[in-house]
């Protein structure tokens, strides 16, 4: 596994090392002392897997309020996705900045996006399938998030007419979750 830190504190791509024979690949998806070699010191308690039948699908731009914030380690297992994190804590320099990372199940790259930070992705194929860990209980009234096509974020999604929930598409934008919340406590 290789790690790479972003310039938004705590949010690392890790790209995956396959080995490969005339079978098919092995490959480690997690191990916890190269986890915690690069400063990575985590504790999964849930894992998730979502799937997505069309190219254009957004999901997010999640996040839990503390103290049920989560850190999640995104990894795409089927299709491709264009992963996003966007900084809502509070106090940080790169507060409402947000990074893209794209991860296929072809490159076998993973996210790790901290707490405090909203996560969304939006599908490249048909057939998208994305597993994820996360470090904290999902607890339904602590969730909140952003929408997807806030303004003043500027996201550069990859489908101009998403297919999103109902949800997702009720969301707060980022000046009245500021209004409100001020940033996330991580």
Same mark, same amino acid.
């Given at each position: 596994?290789?790690?790479?830190?972003? &310039? $938004? !504190?705590?949010?690392?791509?890790?790209?995956? @090392?396959? /080995? +490969?024979? %005339?079978?098919?690949?092995?490959?480690?998806?997690?191990?916890?002392?190269?986890?915690?070699?690069?400063?990575?010191?985590?504790?999964?308690?849930?894992?998730?897997?979502?799937?997505?039948?069309?190219?254009?699908?957004?999901?997010?731009?999640?996040?839990?309020?503390?103290?049920?914030?989560?850190?999640?380690?995104?990894?795409?297992?089927?299709?491709?996705?264009?992963?996003?994190?966007? &900084? $809502? !804590?509070?106090?940080?320099?790169?507060?409402? @900045?947000? /990074? +893209?990372? %794209?991860?296929?199940?072809?490159?076998?790259?993973?996210?790790?996006?901290?707490?405090?930070?909203?996560?969304?992705?939006?599908?490249?194929?048909?057939?998208?399938?994305?597993?994820?860990?996360?470090?904290?209980?999902?607890?339904?009234?602590?969730?909140?998030?952003v929408i997807w096509?806030?303004?003043?974020?500027?996201?550069?999604w990859p489908a101009?007419?998403?297919?999103?929930?109902?949800?997702?598409?009720?969301?707060?934008?980022?000046?009245?979750?500021?209004?409100?919340?001020?940033?996330?406590?991580?």
């Open positions: 596994m290789q790690f790479h830190q972003c &310039d $938004l !504190r705590g949010v690392y791509e890790i790209t995956l @090392e396959p /080995r +490969s024979d %005339e079978r098919g690949f092995f490959m480690r998806t997690f191990d916890r002392q190269l986890f915690d070699r690069s400063g990575i010191n985590v504790e999964w308690v849930q894992e998730n897997h979502s799937r997505s039948i069309q190219k254009g699908v957004i999901r997010g731009l999640h996040f839990q309020f503390a103290p049920h914030a989560e850190t999640k380690l995104i990894r795409c297992i089927r299709g491709g996705i264009l992963d996003i994190c966007v &900084d $809502l !804590r509070t106090g940080s320099p790169t507060f409402g @900045e947000w /990074r +893209s990372f %794209e991860l296929t199940e072809g490159n076998k790259k993973m996210v790790l996006i901290p707490r405090g930070c909203a996560h969304g992705f939006c599908t490249l194929t048909d057939e998208s399938e994305v597993v994820y860990k996360v470090d904290n209980y999902y607890t339904p009234q602590a969730e909140g998030g096509n806030d303004p003043d974020l500027q996201i550069t101009a007419s998403p297919l999103l929930s109902e949800k997702d598409s009720k969301l707060k934008t980022l000046k009245e979750f500021k209004a409100i919340h001020k940033g996330l406590i991580p």
